[in-house]
């Protein structure tokens, strides 16, 4: 299988310890050795890893979970979130695919070539069954997490292509229209989805890819988004991102250390959808393109954005008081009697106070798509969520944001999709097996 | 200036310096301390930069040298390039902007918000002079280049808007028509551009658009694209990058550490143009969009691959033998006779052999931008050289290429612009004095 004259590489070699800077006297690993290892120092070390914290890029995160990784991971720098849409109405091929994605995911999830051979090995005569822009980069922490739409149950012209429909879950519908939705169908919804995630673009680029390129003839890229999110991986990994806005964003967002909160507003849990039983131990994934009118917004002052937002620019202290982390104060009043805290001041509508108490898990990206024809800048916020029924979760609290927050005159929705997350993959298994059995 | 209860922010102090982990007991720095540093480590440590090399992110480069930074500075990991139209036929309109984004530039680079107030001081009323989603970032290398289109000189009509028809580079005119050219008018040409290079994609985000607000009324972006290079910041900083076909690109390009040869091919010598001794110690930027066929040429074969390119996959060693840097033997025949490297081989034509010795000093990057109408990636090569003449180190070359070689079936040049690049600003100057004076 390998042609030695061809400088071979062997499937189960990292990208790196064959190509890097640790790459002398590469041994053969059995392919267990890869996996299941989180940051593992021994395979990954090299000259620039210093200190007990493993640098960002060196981190490889378990494929193989409870849950999917993707969801409760620390987020990374870096996104590639592709929809697809299935080009074929033949089950086992749409089941062959997620097994060779599956299968795909395992291995770039940890750092290794796409396929069993790699780029550069194989037989000669035939395409690589990896593209090899990813040799000798580290494992970027990238995690693959996949997603099921409503058009895979039932497409738009009401068709049932993979017998599918009668386990759909309930809260697995196309969202809702809401005010001011201005939604692009070429960025919106897809019959499957997956978001790389990854603290290296090129990592992250290179999975999609490699994916897209697996589905080849079953499916094919319907859109797909790039995000950056703050800093690199020098950062303490601790500090609040800014969007585009300037803002700190997702203070107030769900983390990975609270199992508790985890399983009351993330995980499906067992029995809540007769018909979906599958999707027990997954989520839903909500995701908006959302543009922002950066240029007005840079012509705004500082109190009218602060007065929008309802947090101080510098700190991202709630303007009630206090610093980041400190709950907001909305019946505290200043001089003339109003609320420091306007009445539709986003963080005072988005506050689980005033929606029934609901949280989410937010794992949103900044992103800049070039310019538009009106010679700006083409830049917001993808925003995704992952809630356990976004019919309690998501939908009530847009309703409310879209018609009454004073931010939405900078906001505009340009894309939208809803998918159901299964859970983990169990070893031997494939994504959303315990759907098609 | 400063509300000292409103978390005030004084203009001389770094980003980081405020709002970073090292950020407590903050004291005021004078403007000087922070020019011309590059690395400074007193002012940027912090617990995540451990060894003696410093950590890319935290790199600075000094503004005010004999060049613009970002041609032979070490090349970043990311990029934000925008080309701008300017609004007005106002000359001193003109002659304000250059100087206000030169102070602006001198700024950003150094890690410095955009205005001397900062994001989050200033009058309450009035819009920050600094947008603020780089807050608590570092430098991360940031480099700004400027350049000046032809079309600033006399545009589409034939108008000489700002007196400067008489000052234009004899090669300073659009690119010619290449054979397989597919250019879109939106993401081609501009009076004037940016390239903005940094390890952290928001810091390079922020330059662009915090100098496109600053533009308002005088100039707007036309169209602008992000990049990204290969892996981040604990890369030995020495590996040639991979283009999106995986193979190593840029093996051959000219490098900082070779001046002698910076002073052949890059820089325009003094008396090059009697009527642009402006541009002397200046450059030209040559910039291509070539989207790239990732999904055809994810079907060919490795060999066909490696015969289009005329490297090795793995290790990019030329096909007759060696390893990466080996010179290529182009005479060098295989079993029946034909020559290993290929008549049409990619690096057989862009060989300074084939091309008159000339030699350029590239700056690409990978792009992905979605997808296309036909659901595949839009991604490619943001190509940008920087030459001493593009009549003889780009056009001939390029006019080889696109009638030549074997690998254009897989490429199509979508974008292209030329600009002229003024030499190095000295302090108190502005970007392109010379030409105005």
């Given at each position: 299988m390998t042609e030695p004259e061809r400088e071979p590489t062997a499937g189960g070699l990292s990208r790196r310890r064959l190509f890097g800077t640790a790459g002398a006297g590469a041994a053969?690993?059995?392919?267990?050795?890869?996996?299941?290892?989180?940051?593992?120092?021994?395979?990954?070390?090299?000259?620039?890893?210093?200190?007990?914290?493993?640098?960002?890029?060196?981190?490889?995160?378990?494929?193989?979970?409870?849950?999917?990784?993707?969801?409760?991971?620390?987020?990374?720098d870096r996104l590639h979130f592709a929809a697809f849409d299935v080009t074929t109405d033949d089950r086992p091929a749409l089941i062959d695919l997620l097994r060779r994605w599956t299968a795909a995911a395992a291995r770039l999830t940890q750092g290794l070539g796409a396929g069993e051979l790699g780029p550069t090995s194989g037989p000669y005569d035939a395409p690589p069954d990896d593209t090899g822009e990813a040799i000798g980069l580290p494992p970027a922490g990238l995690t693959l997490t996949f997603g099921f739409g409503p058009s895979l149950f039932r497409d738009d012209q009401?068709?049932?292509?993979?017998?599918?429909?009668?386990?759909?879950?309930?809260?697995?519908?196309?969202?809702?229209?809401?005010?001011?939705?201005?939604?692009?169908?070429?960025r919106s919804d897809g019959d499957l989805c997956v978001?790389?995630?990854?603290?290296?673009?090129?990592?992250?680029?290179?999975?999609?890819?490699?994916?897209?390129?697996?589905?080849?003839?079953?499916?094919?890229?319907?859109?797909?988004?790039?995000?950056f999110g703050r800093t690199s991986s020098t950062s303490t990994g601790q500090q609040t991102p800014r969007n585009l806005f300037g803002f700190k964003d997702g203070t107030a967002n769900l983390k990975a250390e609270e199992p508790g909160l985890l399983d009351d507003h993330v995980w499906v849990p067992a029995g809540a959808d007769p018909r979906a039983e599958w999707l027990a131990g997954g989520t839903y994934l909500v995701a908006r393109r959302i543009s922002m009118a950066v240029?007005?917004?840079?012509?705004?002052?500082?109190?009218?954005?602060?007065?929008?937002?309802?947090?101080?620019?510098?700190?991202?202290?709630?303007?009630?008081?206090?610093?980041?982390?400190?709950?907001?104060?909305f019946r505290l009043a200043g001089r003339g009697g109003e609320p420091l805290i306007a009445a539709d001041a986003h963080v005072r509508l988005a506050h689980p106070d005033a929606n029934d108490g609901v949280r989410?898990?937010?794992?949103?990206?900044?992103?800049?798509?070039?310019?538009?024809?009106?010679?700006?800048?083409?830049?917001?916020?993808?925003?995704?969520?992952?809630?356990?029924?976004?019919?309690?979760?998501?939908?009530?609290?847009?309703?409310?944001?879209?018609?009454?927050?004073?931010?939405?005159?900078?906001?505009?929705?340009?894309?939208?999709?809803?998918?159901?997350?299964?859970?983990?993959?169990?070893?031997?298994?494939?994504?959303?097996?315990?759907?098609?059995?």
């Open positions: 053969l690993l059995g392919a267990g050795v890869a996996a299941g290892v989180v940051g593992d120092r021994a395979l990954h070390d090299h000259g620039a890893a210093t200190g007990s914290a493993v640098p960002a890029v060196e981190r490889r995160y378990p494929f193989h979970d409870g849950h999917q990784a993707g969801i409760a991971t620390p987020v990374q009401g068709r049932d292509r993979f017998g599918l429909a009668g386990r759909q879950p309930a809260a697995l519908r196309r969202l809702p229209h809401f005010p001011a939705d201005k939604l692009d169908p070429a978001q790389a995630c990854a603290d290296d673009p090129q990592v992250a680029v290179h999975a999609i890819r490699n994916l897209a390129r697996i589905a080849f003839g079953t499916a094919s890229v319907r859109w797909s988004e790039l995000g240029e007005p917004w840079d012509r705004t002052s500082l109190r009218e954005q602060e007065a929008l937002i309802g947090r101080t620019k510098a700190a991202g202290a709630p303007l009630s008081g206090g610093s980041e982390f400190s709950q907001p104060d989410m898990l937010r794992r949103g990206f900044n992103f800049v798509d070039g310019t538009t024809g009106l010679g700006r800048l083409d830049a917001g916020l993808f925003f995704i969520a992952f809630v356990r029924d976004p019919r309690t979760h998501y939908i009530p609290m847009q309703t409310r944001l879209s018609a009454t927050d004073g931010l939405m005159e900078y906001l505009q929705h340009t894309g939208s999709g809803l998918w159901a997350v299964p859970p983990g993959i169990a070893e031997g298994s494939f994504v959303g097996e315990a759907l098609f059995s």
